[in-house]
C-alpha cells in the first residue's frame, strides 16, 4: 500500500485567493453605496436648488408686480391731481389711468404689463340687497332690481327672457338680504340645503362676485356672460360711472315704464357720443337723443348714475425667466390716498400666451372680483 500525503495550510491562516476575493467584495460594496449615496445627494441638490431657484423667481416677480401696484397708485395720484383744475371733476377713459397698457421690457429679460379698470364702471351686486316693501300701486322692483333685470336681458348669449331674469335678481337679492324671508321668485336656506352639497345663503353682501355661482337659478353660461359687467366693490353700493360704462351695462340705463333693456345700437350711440363730444355732466347725459320722450321717467334712474370713480382694479402681468406671473388688485382712492384692499395672484403657464390689452385686462374666472 501506498501513502498519500497531503499538505494543509497552517492553521488560523486563510487561503490567498479567499482573502483577495473577499476584499474584492468589500471594494465592490463600498462603491456601491458610495454611488446610491452620490446619486440621492444629487437628486436632493437638485431639487434643493430648482426648489431656491422658483422661490428666487416668484419673489422677484412678485417684486415687479407690486412695482406695477406702485405705478397705478401714482397714475391714480397724477389724475386727482389733474381733476383739481376741472370745474367738474371726474373720471373717463380719456384720463392716463385708462390708456392702453404697453408692456415695457426688464432688464433681466422678460416684460411686464398693466391695466386699470373702472369698478364703479360695472353694476354693483350688492345694490340688490334692498329690496320693496310690498304695498298697494307701489313699484315690484326698485331703481337698482330693474336696472339688474334690463341688464341680464342685454347679455348677447344665453338670451333670457324678463321672467328669468326677475327670478334670478330676486335670488341674488334673498342671497344678500339679512333675512330668511324668500322674495315671490327668490331663494333661502329652504332652497340651499336641499342641494348637493347643502349650504345655506351668505345673508351678507357678496365678497366676490364668483359667489353668482352658488345663488339660485344661476348657470355656467349665465355666470361667463354676466361676470365681466359686474362688481362687488365697493361693498356699499356707489353710483355708476356714466364715463367708463361699456355698452353693455349701457343698456340696463332705461327706464320707459317697462324692463326691457335699450337696444344695442342705443348703447353704441352713446358710446360714439361720448367718445366723439363727451357728456358734459349727468344731466346732459340724459338728455342725449337716446332718452328721448322719457328724460322726466328718468329721475328715478338718476341717483344711480354718477360722474367719478373711488374703485379700480389693476390687472398686471409679469414674465421673468420663461415664468409668468399675474396680480389681480383692488385699489380705493380717497383723496391723495390710495391704498389695495384685496389682491389675488397666480402663476400662469405658457399655454395661455399674451394677447395684449385683452388678455391683460379680463379677469380670469378663480379671480374675480
Known sequence: M??????????????????????????????????????AMELEFSRFYQRGANILLAEQANAYLRGAEDLATLALLADHDADRNRDRPRDDLQEIWAQTPVPYALDEGGWMVGCLRDLQGRFNLNSLATRVTPAEGAPQFTPAQAQFIRLL??????????QEAISITEAVGDWLDRDLEPAMDGAEDDYYV????????????????????????????????????????????APLNIHTAPATVLRSINADGELSPLSAAEAEA????????GFADLDDFLASAVFAGRQGQMEAVKPLLGEATSYFLLSAEVEVADR??????????????????ARASGSLDDSQPYRGEQDSCTIAPSLDW
Open 153 to 162: 336681458q342685454a347679455l348677447e348669449e344665453p338670451q333670457l327672457g324678463e
Open 270 to 277: 352713446l358710446v360714439e357720443q361720448r367718445r366723439t363730444v
Open 324 to 341: 409668468r406671473m399675474r396680480l389681480y388688485s383692488v385699489l380705493q382712492r380717497s383723496g391723495r390716498q390710495v391704498s389695495a384692499i
Open 194 to 237: 336641499g342641494q348637493t352639497p347643502a349650504y345655506r345663503a351668505a345673508n351678507r353682501p357678496m365678497a366676490s362676485v364668483s359667489e353668482l355661482r352658488a345663488v339660485a337659478n344661476m348657470t355656467p353660461e349665465i355666470y361667463r356672460a354676466l361676470e365681466p359687467w359686474v362688481s362687488v366693490w365697493p361693498q356699499q353700493p
Open 2 to 39: 501506498h501513502s498519500h500525503r497531503f499538505s494543509r495550510m497552517p492553521a488560523g491562516r486563510p487561503a490567498r485567493s479567499t482573502q483577495g476575493g473577499a476584499a474584492l467584495i468589500v471594494a465592490l460594496l463600498v462603491f456601491a453605496l458610495c454611488t446610491a449615496l452620490v446619486v
